[in-house]
Protein backbone atom coordinates (compact mmCIF):
# COMPACT_ATOMS: atom_id res chain seq x y z
CA UNK A 1 0.00 0.00 0.00
CA UNK A 2 1.53 3.39 -0.81
CA UNK A 3 1.02 6.35 1.21
CA UNK A 4 1.02 10.00 0.65
CA UNK A 5 4.15 11.37 0.02
CA UNK A 6 4.63 14.62 -1.50
CA UNK A 7 8.54 14.55 -1.89
CA UNK A 8 8.39 11.22 -3.65
CA UNK A 9 5.87 11.87 -6.23
CA UNK A 10 5.03 15.88 -5.69
CA UNK A 11 2.53 15.72 -8.83
CA UNK A 12 0.33 13.00 -8.05
CA UNK A 13 -1.09 11.32 -4.69
CA UNK A 14 -2.07 8.13 -5.34
CA UNK A 15 -3.68 5.77 -2.44
CA UNK A 16 -3.93 2.40 -3.11
CA UNK A 17 -6.72 -0.38 -1.43
CA UNK A 18 -8.72 -2.75 -2.72
CA UNK A 19 -12.50 -1.05 -3.14
CA UNK A 20 -11.17 2.39 -3.55
CA UNK A 21 -12.27 5.18 -5.03
CA UNK A 22 -11.06 5.60 -8.29
CA UNK A 23 -11.37 9.07 -10.10
CA UNK A 24 -10.07 8.75 -13.78
CA UNK A 25 -9.72 12.60 -15.09
CA UNK A 26 -11.18 12.88 -18.98
CA UNK A 27 -11.31 16.93 -18.54
CA UNK A 28 -10.35 19.14 -15.92
CA UNK A 29 -10.48 22.36 -17.44
CA UNK A 30 -12.89 25.80 -17.31
CA UNK A 31 -12.52 26.01 -21.18
CA UNK A 32 -12.08 24.06 -24.16
CA UNK A 33 -8.72 25.02 -26.42
CA UNK A 34 -6.63 21.76 -27.91
CA UNK A 35 -5.92 19.87 -26.23
CA UNK A 36 -7.46 21.23 -22.92
CA UNK A 37 -10.80 19.27 -22.24
CA UNK A 38 -14.07 20.61 -20.27
CA UNK A 39 -14.39 19.40 -16.76
CA UNK A 40 -15.48 15.65 -16.84
CA UNK A 41 -14.32 12.77 -14.45
CA UNK A 42 -15.13 9.30 -14.02
CA UNK A 43 -15.90 7.65 -11.41
CA UNK A 44 -15.63 3.47 -10.39
CA UNK A 45 -15.79 3.52 -14.11
CA UNK A 46 -19.74 3.62 -14.20
CA UNK A 47 -20.43 7.20 -12.25
CA UNK A 48 -20.17 10.25 -14.37
CA UNK A 49 -19.14 13.27 -12.20
CA UNK A 50 -19.76 16.21 -14.91
CA UNK A 51 -19.92 15.81 -18.02
CA UNK A 52 -18.34 18.17 -20.24
CA UNK A 53 -16.20 15.70 -22.19
CA UNK A 54 -17.07 12.66 -21.33
CA UNK A 55 -17.76 11.52 -24.89
CA UNK A 56 -14.98 12.67 -26.26
CA UNK A 57 -12.57 11.14 -24.19
CA UNK A 58 -13.66 7.60 -23.99
CA UNK A 59 -14.15 5.42 -26.25
CA UNK A 60 -17.35 3.78 -27.29
CA UNK A 61 -17.17 0.59 -24.55
CA UNK A 62 -16.22 2.89 -21.70
CA UNK A 63 -19.02 5.02 -22.23
CA UNK A 64 -21.88 2.40 -22.33
CA UNK A 65 -20.08 1.36 -18.97
CA UNK A 66 -21.40 4.61 -17.07
CA UNK A 67 -24.88 4.10 -15.83
CA UNK A 68 -25.37 7.82 -13.73
CA UNK A 69 -24.48 10.97 -13.78
CA UNK A 70 -23.71 13.36 -10.82
CA UNK A 71 -24.14 16.44 -12.06
CA UNK A 72 -23.15 19.93 -10.34
CA UNK A 73 -24.89 22.53 -12.18
CA UNK A 74 -26.25 22.85 -15.58
CA UNK A 75 -23.40 25.12 -17.05
CA UNK A 76 -22.34 24.23 -20.74
CA UNK A 77 -18.98 23.37 -19.86
CA UNK A 78 -20.05 20.38 -17.53
CA UNK A 79 -23.36 19.19 -19.57
CA UNK A 80 -21.73 19.60 -23.22
CA UNK A 81 -20.76 15.74 -23.94
CA UNK A 82 -24.24 14.75 -21.63
CA UNK A 83 -26.34 14.29 -25.36
CA UNK A 84 -23.92 13.04 -27.35
CA UNK A 85 -23.24 10.20 -24.51
CA UNK A 86 -26.94 9.33 -24.43
CA UNK A 87 -27.20 9.22 -28.57
CA UNK A 88 -23.64 7.11 -28.35
CA UNK A 89 -25.02 4.68 -25.80
CA UNK A 90 -29.14 4.58 -25.88
CA UNK A 91 -30.16 0.72 -26.28
CA UNK A 92 -27.04 -0.65 -24.96
CA UNK A 93 -28.15 -0.59 -20.53
CA UNK A 94 -30.93 -2.70 -19.32
CA UNK A 95 -32.01 0.39 -16.95
CA UNK A 96 -32.31 3.92 -17.79
CA UNK A 97 -29.13 6.34 -17.44
CA UNK A 98 -30.12 8.36 -14.32
CA UNK A 99 -29.14 12.17 -13.59
CA UNK A 100 -28.96 13.01 -10.04
CA UNK A 101 -28.80 16.62 -9.03
CA UNK A 102 -30.69 19.47 -7.05
CA UNK A 103 -34.10 19.94 -8.37
CA UNK A 104 -33.29 23.46 -9.77
CA UNK A 105 -30.35 21.53 -12.06
CA UNK A 106 -32.45 18.89 -13.41
CA UNK A 107 -35.07 21.51 -14.29
CA UNK A 108 -32.60 23.57 -15.97
CA UNK A 109 -31.73 20.49 -18.38
CA UNK A 110 -35.56 19.58 -18.60
CA UNK A 111 -36.36 22.77 -19.63
CA UNK A 112 -33.45 24.05 -21.61
CA UNK A 113 -32.13 21.15 -23.36
CA UNK A 114 -34.14 18.02 -23.47
CA UNK A 115 -37.01 20.45 -24.52
CA UNK A 116 -37.48 18.99 -27.91
CA UNK A 117 -35.92 21.89 -29.70
CA UNK A 118 -32.53 21.97 -28.41
CA UNK A 119 -32.68 18.19 -28.47
CA UNK A 120 -35.29 15.51 -27.65
CA UNK A 121 -36.89 14.83 -24.58
CA UNK A 122 -35.19 11.76 -23.81
CA UNK A 123 -37.14 11.14 -20.55
CA UNK A 124 -40.20 10.32 -22.77
CA UNK A 125 -38.78 8.24 -25.00
CA UNK A 126 -38.48 4.31 -24.05
CA UNK A 127 -35.57 1.95 -24.87
CA UNK A 128 -35.92 -2.00 -23.29
CA UNK A 129 -39.32 -0.52 -21.62
CA UNK A 130 -37.73 2.37 -19.63
CA UNK A 131 -37.16 6.17 -20.44
CA UNK A 132 -33.52 6.47 -22.35
CA UNK A 133 -32.62 9.04 -19.57
CA UNK A 134 -34.22 9.62 -15.58
CA UNK A 135 -33.77 12.41 -13.57
CA UNK A 136 -33.33 11.69 -9.89
CA UNK A 137 -33.37 14.91 -7.46
CA UNK A 138 -31.31 14.97 -4.90
CA UNK A 139 -32.19 16.83 -1.29
CA UNK A 140 -29.19 18.71 0.38
CA UNK A 141 -27.49 17.14 3.29
CA UNK A 142 -29.06 13.60 2.45
CA UNK A 143 -27.37 10.39 1.99
CA UNK A 144 -28.07 8.66 -1.26
CA UNK A 145 -26.60 5.44 -2.29
CA UNK A 146 -25.51 5.30 -6.13
CA UNK A 147 -23.71 2.40 -7.44
CA UNK A 148 -21.79 1.38 -4.91
CA UNK A 149 -20.92 4.50 -3.04
CA UNK A 150 -22.67 6.99 -0.80
CA UNK A 151 -23.54 10.44 -1.99
CA UNK A 152 -24.29 13.76 -0.29
CA UNK A 153 -25.33 17.14 -1.90
CA UNK A 154 -24.00 20.31 -0.49
CA UNK A 155 -25.15 23.93 -2.23
CA UNK A 156 -21.85 25.61 -3.37
CA UNK A 157 -22.25 29.33 -3.94
CA UNK A 158 -22.14 29.89 -8.25
CA UNK A 159 -23.64 32.15 -10.69
CA UNK A 160 -26.71 28.85 -11.02
CA UNK A 161 -27.86 26.65 -8.39
CA UNK A 162 -24.91 24.36 -7.63
CA UNK A 163 -23.91 21.58 -5.53
CA UNK A 164 -20.81 20.08 -4.48
CA UNK A 165 -20.78 16.32 -3.81
CA UNK A 166 -19.40 14.06 -0.73
CA UNK A 167 -18.72 10.63 -1.99
CA UNK A 168 -18.07 7.99 0.40
CA UNK A 169 -16.81 4.52 -0.49
CA UNK A 170 -15.63 1.70 1.73
CA UNK A 171 -11.81 2.66 1.84
CA UNK A 172 -12.73 6.58 2.24
CA UNK A 173 -14.18 9.68 1.15
CA UNK A 174 -13.64 12.50 -1.70
CA UNK A 175 -15.18 15.79 -1.22
CA UNK A 176 -15.55 17.63 -4.89
CA UNK A 177 -16.84 21.01 -5.16
CA UNK A 178 -17.65 21.42 -8.94
CA UNK A 179 -17.59 25.47 -9.75
CA UNK A 180 -17.79 27.32 -6.64
CA UNK A 181 -16.93 31.07 -5.01
CA UNK A 182 -16.20 31.51 -1.45
CA UNK A 183 -18.93 29.34 0.18
CA UNK A 184 -19.45 28.31 3.74
CA UNK A 185 -21.23 24.96 3.41
CA UNK A 186 -19.75 22.38 1.48
CA UNK A 187 -16.79 23.28 4.03
CA UNK A 188 -18.82 22.70 7.16
CA UNK A 189 -19.89 19.28 5.55
CA UNK A 190 -16.01 18.70 5.21
CA UNK A 191 -15.07 19.18 8.30
CA UNK A 192 -17.62 17.16 9.78
CA UNK A 193 -16.92 14.03 7.27
CA UNK A 194 -15.61 10.86 8.17
CA UNK A 195 -12.34 9.46 6.57
CA UNK A 196 -11.87 12.58 4.20
CA UNK A 197 -9.13 11.42 1.89
CA UNK A 198 -8.76 15.02 -0.12
CA UNK A 199 -10.81 17.62 -1.63
CA UNK A 200 -11.41 18.52 -4.91
CA UNK A 201 -12.39 22.05 -5.86
CA UNK A 202 -12.05 24.53 -8.45
CA UNK A 203 -9.53 27.87 -8.86
CA UNK A 204 -10.70 29.46 -13.01
CA UNK A 205 -8.85 32.82 -12.90
CA UNK A 206 -5.81 34.78 -12.35
CA UNK A 207 -5.75 37.04 -8.86
CA UNK A 208 -5.54 40.36 -11.51
CA UNK A 209 -9.65 39.02 -12.34
CA UNK A 210 -10.61 38.90 -8.88
CA UNK A 211 -13.63 40.97 -9.42
CA UNK A 212 -14.37 39.10 -12.43
CA UNK A 213 -14.16 35.94 -10.40
CA UNK A 214 -16.28 37.18 -7.63
CA UNK A 215 -19.15 38.22 -10.37
CA UNK A 216 -19.32 34.77 -11.89
CA UNK A 217 -18.35 33.32 -8.40
CA UNK A 218 -15.31 31.06 -9.38
CA UNK A 219 -12.28 31.29 -7.30
CA UNK A 220 -8.78 33.19 -8.17
CA UNK A 221 -5.39 31.86 -6.21
CA UNK A 222 -6.08 34.38 -3.51
CA UNK A 223 -9.38 33.83 -3.05
CA UNK A 224 -8.51 30.25 -2.84
CA UNK A 225 -5.84 30.28 -0.08
CA UNK A 226 -8.37 32.66 2.21
CA UNK A 227 -10.44 29.87 2.01
CA UNK A 228 -8.46 27.23 3.48
CA UNK A 229 -8.83 28.17 7.08
CA UNK A 230 -12.65 26.76 6.44
CA UNK A 231 -10.85 23.60 5.21
CA UNK A 232 -10.35 20.11 7.01
CA UNK A 233 -6.29 20.92 7.91
CA UNK A 234 -3.68 18.46 6.48
CA UNK A 235 -5.97 16.98 3.50
CA UNK A 236 -4.40 16.79 0.11
CA UNK A 237 -6.65 19.67 -2.17
CA UNK A 238 -6.75 18.94 -5.55
CA UNK A 239 -7.35 21.58 -8.16
CA UNK A 240 -9.14 21.83 -11.36
CA UNK A 241 -11.20 24.28 -13.69
CA UNK A 242 -8.84 26.93 -14.84
CA UNK A 243 -9.33 28.53 -18.11
CA UNK A 244 -6.70 27.77 -20.19
CA UNK A 245 -5.77 30.53 -21.57
CA UNK A 246 -4.34 31.27 -17.82
CA UNK A 247 -3.00 28.28 -17.11
CA UNK A 248 1.13 29.52 -16.73
CA UNK A 249 -0.25 32.63 -14.39
CA UNK A 250 -2.55 30.77 -12.20
CA UNK A 251 0.09 27.94 -11.74
CA UNK A 252 2.76 30.52 -10.37
CA UNK A 253 0.29 32.29 -8.65
CA UNK A 254 -0.74 28.82 -6.44
CA UNK A 255 2.96 27.86 -6.57
CA UNK A 256 3.70 31.50 -4.86
CA UNK A 257 0.94 30.67 -1.88
CA UNK A 258 3.81 28.10 -0.77
CA UNK A 259 1.09 25.73 0.35
CA UNK A 260 2.35 22.03 0.02
CA UNK A 261 -1.24 20.48 -0.09
CA UNK A 262 -1.69 21.80 -3.56
CA UNK A 263 -1.76 19.54 -6.23
CA UNK A 264 -3.31 20.09 -9.98
CA UNK A 265 -5.48 17.25 -11.43
CA UNK A 266 -3.88 15.50 -14.48
CA UNK A 267 -5.98 15.15 -17.54
CA UNK A 268 -6.02 11.69 -18.88
CA UNK A 269 -4.82 10.17 -14.84
CA UNK A 270 -6.28 7.71 -12.71
CA UNK A 271 -6.45 8.57 -8.97
CA UNK A 272 -7.38 5.92 -5.90
CA UNK A 273 -8.27 6.90 -2.80
CA UNK A 274 -8.39 5.15 0.25
CA UNK A 275 -6.52 4.33 3.55
Known amino acids: MLQWNPSRNPRRLLFFRRKAIKLTVLGTYGGRLRPYRLTSFLLNDSILLDAGSAAWALPLAAQARIETLLLT???????????????????????????????????????????NRIWPDLTSMQINSAPILE???????????????????????????????????????????GD??????IW???????????????????DRMEAVALKSKHYTPGLLGREISKMPPDLPIYLFHTKPRFLEEVHREV?????????????????????
Do not use: M
Open 73 to 115: HAHLDHIADLCFLLDNTFGERTSSFRVWSLPAVLEALRQNIFN
Open 135 to 177: TCPLTPGKKVQIEGVEVTAHPVDHAVPATGFLIEGEGGAILYT
Open 188 to 206: EAAREAKNLRAIITEISFP
Open 180 to 185: TGPTNA
Open 255 to 275: AALGLSRFFWLEQDQTYEFGP
